[in-house]
């Protein structure tokens, strides 16, 4: 059964950055398309980006040119590299397996102005 633990979150000053790491259990990885999703406090959670098997990748509009997603299958991890942050980028920020659709226990990214 597939886990996933995320890892990296923090405490970050407006345009400051973070790594995001997820690592997954199981043997299924290199097969799996992986989402990073987010939630702020008072919304509903949201897709920021997401990864294909073969590394195509998609951006919400509100994180492009400013976050990159990247896979090491030989890890099982999957990252979220994090650029030019700003206070709304404020989130818990959860690794999300397409093919089992298990998530992760969340990390906590806060951006302070």
């Known amino acids: 059964q597939v886990q996933l633990v995320e890892s990296g979150g923090g405490l970050v000053q407006a345009g400051g950055s973070l790594k995001l790491s997820c690592v997954a259990s199981?043997?299924?990885?290199?097969?799996?398309?992986m989402n990073w999703y987010r939630q702020a406090p008072g919304k509903e959670r949201e897709l920021v980006a997401s990864i294909t098997n073969v590394g195509s990748t998609n951006y919400a509009d509100s994180v492009k040119g400013r976050f990159i997603i990247s896979r090491d299958n030989a890890k099982n991890t999957v990252y979220l590299q994090m650029n030019s942050l700003k206070p709304e980028d404020t989130a818990i920020y959860y690794c999300?397996?397409?093919?089992?659709?298990?998530w992760g226990q969340g990390t906590q990214v806060t951006v302070s102005s």
């Open positions: 199981g043997s299924i990885f290199r097969i799996d398309s």
């Open positions: 999300n397996s397409r093919l089992t659709g298990r």
